[in-house]
Nanobody, 119 residues
Framework: EVQLVESGGGLVQPGGSLRLSCAAS????????MNWARQAPGKGLEWVSG???????YYRDSVKGRFTISRDNAKNTLYLQMNSLKPEDTAVYYC?????????????WGQGTQVTVSS
């Protein structure tokens, strides 16, 4: 059974940092295409970042240089380190399994974790 469980969200001030975690089971993240997507209030799903089985990483332009996606293969866990956070980063962040950069095509999702960037 494929399961993804996000954690690490919370309230942070602009310019602050958070590290999100996604604990995976039922498959191996090292051999998979893993992604982070987010949904801001009243908005649709937005792809944020991905790391694929060869270790290549991808970011949407608005987070490039601020966010870092990584994985711990021994722990079978995906991470998203978020630095220099902005209010527009406020969203529910989801871990997802799937190829490409279109969230609606992903088949497996976590429950999401709320990130709020505010003073």
């Amino acid at each position: 059974e494929v399961q993804l469980v996000e954690s690490g969200g919370g309230l942070v001030q602009p310019g602050g940092s958070l590290r999100l975690s996604c604990a995976a089971s039922g498959f191996t993240v090292e051999s998979s295409y893993m992604n982070w997507a987010r949904q801001a209030p009243g908005k649709g799903l937005e792809w944020v970042s991905g790391i694929y089985s060869d270790g290549s990483t991808y970011y949407r332009d608005s987070v490039k240089g601020r966010f870092t996606i990584s994985r711990d293969n021994a722990k079978n866990t995906l991470y998203l380190q978020m630095n220099s956070l902005k209010p527009e980063d406020t969203a529910v962040y989801y871990c997802a399994l799937g190829r490409g950069f279109i969230p609606r095509e992903y088949k497996y999702w976590g429950q999401g974790t709320q990130v709020t960037v505010s003073s």
